[in-house]
């Protein structure tokens, strides 16, 4: 009811009276399609890189037990500095349900075409950004570590090895 009130009993996904942003992300009047996926791709790409540094033991991470705050406190940080683009999805998850309920849900299908067919956009980037984050974390600092004791192995490049699934 609180929808119909404040859209004068029409959903709608643009305008002055949209309310679909509300579930899934779009991008903002003057975001283009191509600067929105280059800030979706970066913003996975931080968010992934940050939590293998957060994760991994052999750097100097965060004390034990204070990881989950660590986390919060970067994805507040990635909100605050890349949200007012497009809502900061980082996860296709946060996107393309909340997307497919608003169009059964009576916005639509101009979900799927507001913003210059921007439905895309957070479903795709997100899946390179976190590929990117973490081979540039593995190949620029885990592959790195250099605290194997004489007589170990370095398992690291075997941990990646395709074979060794």
Known sequence: DAFMEYSNGTLEVTGPNATAHIFAT???PYLSL???????VMSTAVLLLAIFAIFDTRNNSVPKGLEPIAVGLLIIVLTCSLGMNSGCAMNPARDLGPRLFTAIAGWGMEV???GNNWWWVPIVAPMLGGVL???IYIVFIEIHHSDTHPGEE?????KYELTNM
């Open 154 to 158: 370095n398992d690291v490049y075997d």
């Open 34 to 40: 191509i600067n929105g996926f280059a800030d979706q």
């Open 112 to 114: 799927f075409t507001a």
């Open 133 to 135: 984050g973490a081979m």
């Open 26 to 28: 779009y991008p903002a």
